[in-house]
């Protein structure tokens, strides 16, 4: 589903690599953590996926599109298979709950119809169904997270790429985040959850890639313990 080998990404100016030889395989259905220190390499490896950087060196498989064939215009096909969450959730201040989920669906041309089913079905999925009417202003951290997620989602990528999802949050909230994000997981959609979050860490039980400078320094199943 997600193929990097010895991707490298070199910045102009840049004393070092952000990504360096780093090399990573998500299967279909996976749900993975990439943790490391904020400067480690992990929001390079974001920006790599979703085309709005391209490496220095190596090779991208996603879902079975080579990123050394893509062309300018399979971009936008490319991100509508990819959903991202950002971290500082990038909403529409002037648009509903319903209206910034919408949006998503119609930068995609899909027509009205398929915008009135789909997203009260997905703002249901996330908690907010009584929420459509609301403004962001209105909104908790939280809610607006829930928010993020829906426009990620409402078209159905096979593919979600959570950015610091909890960054902004308490501990409470950011575990039911998690909690939402592990639910989409079982829906079928692989997950890549990046984050420096080791508290919300510990109490998962996922594939965790741990990176540090540029560089993949762990790769494993199950609990981080001691993670710095």
Known sequence: MILLDRVSKV???SRRPALDKVSLNVAPGEFVIVMGRSGAG????????????????????????????????????????IGVVFQDYKLLPNRTVFENVAFAMEISGMTKQEINYNVP???????????????????????????????????????????????????????????LLIKINHYGTTVLMITHDTNIVKKLRHRVVKIAVGRIVSDTKGLVRNAK
Request: aromatic share 2%.
């Open 121 to 179: 079905k997905i703002l249901e999925i996330v908690g907010l169904a009584d929420k459509a009417s609301e403004f962001p202003r209105h909104l908790s951290g939280g809610e607006m997270q829930r928010v993020a997620i829906a426009r990620a989602m409402v078209r159905q990528p096979k593919i979600l790429i959570a950015d610091e999802p909890t960054a902004n949050l308490d501990e409470e909230t950011s575990l039911e985040i998690v909690k």
């Open 42 to 81: 992990k929001s390079t490896i974001l920006k790599l996926l979703n085309r709005e950087e391209r490496p220095t060196s190596g090779k991208i498989v996603v879902g079975g599109i080579d990123y050394d064939d893509l062309r300018p215009k399979d971009i936008p096909h490319l991100r509508r298979r």
């Open 11 to 13: 910045y102009p100016k």
